[in-house]
Nanobody, 111 residues
Framework: QVQLVESGGGLVQPGGSLRLSCAAS????????MSWYRQAPGKEREWVAT???????DYTSSVKGRFTISRDNAKNTMYLQMNSLQPDDTAVYYC?????WGQGSQVTVSS
């Protein structure tokens, strides 16, 4: 079955860290441009980060220097390491690629 399955969301205090995972099945993740998006309550879905097949990465300005997108080809899995999290980072995070979307992972940053 061709799909993306996410894991790793949760509740964290401001300044904390979380790592999201996006496991691909039915296709080779490294051959596609893969991205993370997020949607905060009452807001439109926004692009967060992208990694290309050759490993080039890019980030939206609000997360640059705090978030890191990466990929483990052996595990066919993409990651989003999120550090120095702030309440404005609270959102449902989605991975996407190969015209697929993950199911979404809730990230809540609150004290």
């Amino acid at each position: 079955q061709v799909q993306l399955v996410e894991s790793g969301g949760g509740l964290v205090q401001p300044g904390g860290s979380l790592r999201l995972s996006c496991a691909a099945s039915g296709f080779t993740l490294s051959t596609y441009l893969m991205s993370w998006y997020r949607q905060a309550p009452g807001k439109e879905r926004e692009w967060v980060a992208t990694i290309t097949g050759v490993g080039w990465t890019d980030y939206t300005s609000s997360v640059k220097g705090r978030f890191t997108i990466s990929r483990d080809n052996a595990k066919n899995t993409m990651y989003l390491q999120m550090n120095s999290l702030q309440p404005d980072d609270t959102a449902v995070y989605y991975c996407t690629g190969n015209r697929l979307w993950g199911q979404g992972s809730q990230v809540t940053v609150s004290s």
